[in-house]
């Protein structure tokens, strides 16, 4: 078995809406050993090494149906096999993931599979596909393994797997705070390794650390963390605490020990997790020994009275305490027989002890401090003790060493909860925890004594939502709950933008259209990050990386993400969810690719954006692809977009009060509308859209319908939207590549990004509807596309220009310097194109070069380019002598003789005149 690609989706994609690995599994010749062949030893062997195995349900929906599956007559390949034990892998490590699906991945590709399985950390989620691999190799036959490693030891390899998520793990307080986000609807992203967690999105943020918030003061931290401060405070306020003496030696420590005169505690200055800390010592030799013990974690000590009492945690937050612990050190009861290492043994069966922070419990460990804590008792752990006899194998009650916890919420006295609150106010912390020692949690320590030990910053929460007994608590609702109070917003708005062609105009219009709202919009697209209309970032952002950090800053109100085909296909959508996911089509791009064949698969891909909307879906009418997507999407509301005014689909829609945005032909030209609720919105003359060149450029006249429905279905209002349509335009710098108009040479020109068929076409119409001497295009195709793909983008400029050069990429991608422009070249021949009327020029630079230096007064030169700040410097310099002209570059825009405002009201005016002529016959929608 090899895995020949791996795929990690950090959110939906084309297998589900959360994250997965997807692994691309070829068998060999194991695919003719379904487990019926291998036999049952082989599935013994398996549930042996993982028993939790035969509690899938697998496609029987019960317990045991794997199991089933993999011992029926006709058995189940080894890519099922793998999906489950990478599951189940994860499982023991603690997460609870549960989704799987193997599939063949081609009839021509026999023995092939896409295994399909759910993970919660990343890192984690492979190395569990990848140890699920050896296993199961390790149990095949000698003759069928792929490797002999006589080295592997499958326990020490599972545990060293459990340690290694664990390390990688959210830790329990982290993950139930980020549970209880998730049950209120808050979204999250994970900012490290550690524990470091963004709540919310944008700037609606905030922070958590473990159980540091983002406004936890830093000073009560420091306090927190100084445990003699800490002690001070606590007592001028009248709180009972110990006296305490810091030392920084250990004599001054034993000195410490007799001035207080009893039985004594030492542990370290800023501890915590109960590390080095030894408790109830008198004698020197004790009291040395533990301030070598405690000075390991810190170079000061303190020495403080014992106070006699079972330890409790008492938590508190927001000021008010929601749970209370007693907690008992890691030990062993004797049974007479048994000895100290064969009752921790006993104790460790338990099936809630697990690793580290695996289970609600921690496997007791017979380590060096263990072993200090039975000789005070002359025990070893060969020892037998008494039957009913405690031993003590740690001096302190933490989880994370061994200990249990009972909850003891419910019959805490109003004085020790009053006390608990009034000493994390002291301190100043939002969340605290009071380490108090009590022989009576539920007496006031006013008549029985006690006394507080600690206040805890980033106090653990795993031993109230999880104790060993008594009532769980949820101390993460509390949390949140302070964080984002009911009626809070915790989310912005979003949109994802995707289609073969247009999504980068799209988002950019969309943006454009949110700032002029009053939003701070955050762009994702194909050439960078932009926060309120500044870069941040430059590259292809059109993954989910970028739309991570668009989410991240913490500026903006409001997302626009174009989201490619690449993307999705490798990583999946950077988010669980969207507003508003708009398409705007499906075009022969990329086909061939990553196993992409046809425009249906295509089509699939793109769907991931709609199918996670929630508000809206924006689809267009006009493509057949996009509109079966209507089937694929849970959101509230479906909108249309068309440019056919009788388009039967959309009417129907409209009469039934759904929404749509249709361009309608009025008096004065063509009329951008929105329909919703049956009511009838004119919005906008396409002329006065700076970047439909007067209505001409009917590509940007379909992104600004689509830009219009998605800003009308984010809530932007209305005159905010004409106000952006209006001010946006195709100038290099609003929309670098996206029909970029430079007119101050005698002739025109025209760049543009396009790079597929379709896009090329659309250009070439627009050419053809522009008024010119003589049309030149400078023309070129992908190396990494199919020869058919280029053979449609010479179809696509044949006969609409009188002269033609061709080139190719920068990067080859495979081809020879040549062969692209050659291909595009003899394609345009055979369709009638003269030859002395084509050119080929491989550099890209030295075509647009001899394009323009070819153009004459009132030609247009449209020049398809890759490299875009070097084409269009290229453009603007460009002087046929060879000097650099000191040109700026402008947009083609209407000439207004009146106002826009004017021209706007003169529009609306002109809607009245000539209703019927522009709305779907309004009788037959009412």
Same mark, same amino acid.
């Given at each position: ?28 010749? $194991?695919?003719?050993? +379904? ?27 019960? +317990? ?74 390790? $149990? ?37 705070? @980020? ?167 006993? !104790? ?92 009576? &949690? ?5 008549? =029985? ?128 969810? #969207?507003?508003?996911?708009? !398409? ?11 196993? =992409?064949?046809?425009?249906?698969? $295509? ?6 954006? @709609? ?6 879906? !924006? ?58 609720? /049956?009511?009838?919105? +004119? ?94 295009? #400078? ?19 044949? /006969? ?22 050659? &291909? ?9 194109? +003269?030859?002395?009327?084509?050119? &080929? ?13 070819? /153009? ?45 405002? %004017? ?19 309004? %009788?037959?929608?009412?």
């Amino acid at each position: 078995m090899r895995i020949l690609n791996r795929n990690v989706y950090v959110g939906p994609s084309q297998y589900a809406r959360f994250p997965v690995i997807r692994l691309e599994l070829d068998l060999g010749e $194991l695919e003719s050993w +379904p487990t019926s062949k291998l036999g049952p030893g082989f599935v013994d062997a398996l549930l042996e090494a993982l028993p939790g195995l035969d509690e899938h349900g697998c496609s029987y929906g019960e +317990p045991g149906g794997f199991v089933r599956r993999m011992r029926e007559s006709e058995g189940t390949w080894l890519g099922h096999v793998l999906e489950h034990v990478a599951i189940e892998l994860q499982n023991i490590a603690g997460e609870a993931v549960t989704f799987g699906k193997t599939r063949s991945i081609s009839d021509d590709l026999p023995g092939v599979y896409s295994v399909v399985y759910e993970y919660e950390q990343r890192e984690e989620g492979i190395a569990a596909g990848e140890l699920a691999l050896k296993l199961l190799d390790s $149990l095949l036959p000698e003759h069928l393994r792929t490797a002999t490693d006589e080295t592997w030891d499958w326990d020490e390899e599972r545990d060293d797997f459990i340690h290694y998520a664990q390390r990688r793990a959210l830790g329990p307080s982290t993950a139930s705070l @980020v549970k209880a986000a998730e049950e209120r609807d808050i979204p999250w992203i994970r900012l490290n390794e550690q524990s470091l967690v963004q709540l919310g999105h944008g700037r609606y943020q905030q922070r958590i650390q473990a159980t540091i918030t983002g406004r936890t003061p830093h000073i009560a931290v420091e306090l927190a963390s100084d445990k003699e401060e800490t002690n001070t405070i606590l007592g001028e306020q009248g709180l009972p605490v110990p006296q305490q003496r810091l030392v920084r030696s250990a004599d001054a420590a034993w000195r410490a020990a007799q001035r207080l005169d009893g039985p004594v505690v030492v542990k370290p200055y800023n501890g915590n997790h109960g590390r080095g800390i030894t408790i109830n010592i008198t004698s020197e030799e004790d009291v040395r020994s533990a301030f070598q013990a405690a000075q390991e974690h810190s170079r000061s000590v303190i020495v403080e009275t014992y106070l006699a009492g079972e330890d409790h945690r008492l938590l508190v937050i927001n000021g008010e305490l929601v749970a209370a612990t007693r907690r008992t050190p890691g030990h062993v009861v004797g049974d007479g027989t048994s000895s100290v290492a064969a009752l921790a043994e006993q !104790v460790n069966s338990d099936p809630r002890r697990g690793v580290g922070h695996e289970k609600v419990l921690t496997r007791l460990k017979l380590d060096r401090e263990a072993e200090l804590m039975m000789e005070r008792k002359g025990y070893t752990a060969d020892s037998v003790p008494p039957a009913g006899e405690v031993v003590y194998l740690r001096s302190t009650a933490n989880l994370s060493t061994g200990g249990t916890a009972t909850d003891v919420t419910d019959v805490i006295h109003p004085d020790n909860r009053a006390m608990a609150e009034r000493a994390v106010r002291a301190i100043g912390l939002d969340v605290g925890g009071v380490d108090f020692l009590s022989t009576n &949690i539920a007496e006031s320590f006013r008549t =029985i004594g006690g006394g507080i030990c600690e206040v805890n910053a980033a106090p653990g929460f795993r031993m109230h939502i999880a104790p060993s007994d008594g009532t769980p608590r949820d101390a993460a609702g509390p949390v949140i709950d302070m964080l984002f109070p009911a009626g809070t917003p915790s989310r912005v708005p979003i949109a994802a933008v995707t289609g073969t062609n247009g999504k980068t105009t799209t988002a950019r219009m969309l943006a454009h259209v949110a700032k002029m709202a009053g939003y701070t919009p955050g762009l994702t697209t194909t050439d960078g990050v932009y926060i309120d209309g500044q870069r941040t970032v430059e590259g292809d952002m059109t993954g989910p990386v970028s739309a991570r950090m668009v989410l991240a800053d913490p500026t903006i109100d409001l997302a626009v993400l174009e989201t490619a085909r690449g993307g999705l296909l490798r990583a999946g959508m950077g988010v669980r969810q #969207v507003n508003v996911g708009a !398409v705007i089509n499906v075009a022969s791009d990329h086909l061939g690719l990553k196993r =992409i064949d046809t425009l249906e698969q $295509l089509a699939e891909i793109k769907r991931v954006v @709609v199918e996670v909307a929630t508000d809206c879906a !924006v689809l267009n009418a006009d493509d057949p692809n996009v509109v079966k997507m209507s089937a694929y999407t849970d959101a509230e509301v479906i909108c249309y977009v068309t440019m056919n005014p009788s388009h039967p689909l959309v009417r129907e829609h409209i009469r039934a009060g759904g929404r749509a945005c249709a361009l309608e032909q009025g008096v004065n030209g063509h009329m951008i509308t929105l329909y919703d609720k /049956g009511s009838h919105i +004119p919005l906008m003359w396409t002329h006065l859209i700076p970047a439909t060149l007067e209505g001409r450029a009917l590509h940007n006249v379909q992104n600004a319908m689509i830009t219009a429905a998605t800003a009308y279905s984010l809530g932007i209002k209305l005159d905010a939207i004409r106000q952006g349509l209006r001010t946006f335009d195709t100038t290099f710098f609003q929309a670098p590549g996206r029909m970029n108009v430079f007119d101050e040479h005698p002739f025109k020109v025209i760049m543009d990004y396009a790079h597929n068929a379709q896009a090329v076409g659309v250009m070439a119409d627009l050419a053809q509807r522009l008024d010119a001497e003589r049309r030149i295009v #400078v023309v070129a195709g992908p190396g990494d596309r199919r020869d058919e793909d280029l053979h449609d983008i010479a179809h696509a400029v044949a /006969g609409k220009f009188d002269h033609y050069i061709c080139r190719r990429d920068d990067a080859l991608r495979g081809r020879e310097d040549d062969e692209v422009p050659r &291909i595009i070249a003899k394609t345009l021949i055979s369709d009638g194109v +003269p030859e002395d009327a084509i050119d &080929i020029v491989p550099d890209e630079q030295q075509a647009v070069d001899a394009a323009l230096r070819m /153009g004459q007064p009132g030609d247009l030169v449209l020049v398809f380019a890759d490299a875009l700040t070097r084409g269009w410097k290229q453009i603007i310099r460009f002087q046929p002598d060879g000097d650099v002209p000191k040109a700026t570059p402008r947009a083609e825009t209407p000439t207004l003789e009146t106002t826009l405002d %004017e021209r706007i009201v003169a529009a609306m005016e002109g809607v009245v005149r000539d209703e019927r002529g522009l709305r779907f016959e309004r %009788e037959e929608s009412d």
